[in-house]
T-cell receptor, first 117, second 115 residues
Framework: AQTVTQSQPEMSVQEAETVTLSCTYD???????LFWYKQPPSRQMILVIR??????QNATENRFSVNFQKAAKSFSLKISDSQLGDAAMYFC??????????????FGDGTTLTVKP | DAGITQSPRHKVTETGTPVTLRCHQT?????MYWYRQDPGHGLRLIHY???????DKGEVSDGYSVSRSKTEDFLLTLESATSSQTSVYFC??????????????FGEGSWLTVV
């Protein structure tokens, strides 16, 4: 069974500082995508960043970057220059690309991020 | 924003009654999903579809059934609602493997309360 583990239920960061959210996953698949989603109180699911598993280069999107370690099955999210608007719940997820479970996705339980002014 | 519409957005129903949630997409994406979100559990996959009339179970499928008779519609049915099925339900879609992003796009959620 595929699993995604976010070991930090809650994290806090001072405004303008950097925070890293952890995610590990377990899968026997070789082709997949990894994602981080942000969910503010409105419950809207917003894509933050995505990473193709076959790419060694870590994805970046403005202040958001990932540290992807495929062998260790680790996919952490770094938020630089944290802003008050970054406060939300963050979910790590992956989606299988090929073989019999193509399309199947699994999400972690989430990390609630608080940003202190 | 991805064209995903969930209906109803809010529903209160009584224990033992059947309930159907509808997800409609305008993106012609191959994959469609139903998740539930509960405190402390994140998003858990109920069922997903990889094509018209092609569906598979997720990790919490007991008590739920789905149908997909058209590319654009994915229905989630609770045959006999129970209080444990009180939750927020999210529909999501994703492209086929030949797509550009393979990103999972979400609807706005449906709040279901079973009393």
């Amino acid at each position: 069974a595929q699993t995604v583990t976010q070991s930090q239920p809650e994290m806090s960061v001072q405004e303008a500082e950097t925070v890293t959210l952890s995610c590990t996953y377990d899968t026997s698949e070789s082709d997949y995508y990894l994602f981080w989603y942000k969910q503010p109180p409105s419950r809207q699911m917003i894509l933050v960043i995505r990473q193709e598993a076959y790419k060694q280069q870590n994805a970046t999107e403005n202040r958001f970057s990932v540290n992807f370690q495929k062998a260790a099955k680790s996919f952490s999210l770094k938020i630089s220059d944290s802003q008050l608007g970054d406060a939300a719940m963050y979910f790590c997820a992956y989606r299988i690309l090929g073989n019999t479970n193509a399309g199947k996705s699994t999400f972690g339980d989430g990390t609630t991020l608080t940003v202190k002014p | 924003d991805a064209g995903i519409t969930q209906s109803p957005r809010h529903k209160v129903t009584e224990t033992g009654t059947p309930v159907t949630l509808r997800c409609h997409q305008t993106e012609n994406h191959r994959y469609m999903y139903w998740y539930r979100q509960d405190p402390g559990h994140g998003l858990r996959l109920i069922h997903y579809s990889y094509g018209v009339k092609d569906t598979d179970k997720g990790e919490v499928s007991d008590g739920y059934s789905v149908s997909r008779s058209k590319t654009e519609d994915f229905l989630l049915t609770l045959e006999s609602a129970t209080s444990s099925q009180t939750s927020v339900y999210f529909c999501a879609i994703s492209e086929s493997e030949t797509g550009v992003t393979n990103t999972i796009y979400f609807g706005e959620g449906s709040w279901l309360t079973v009393v």
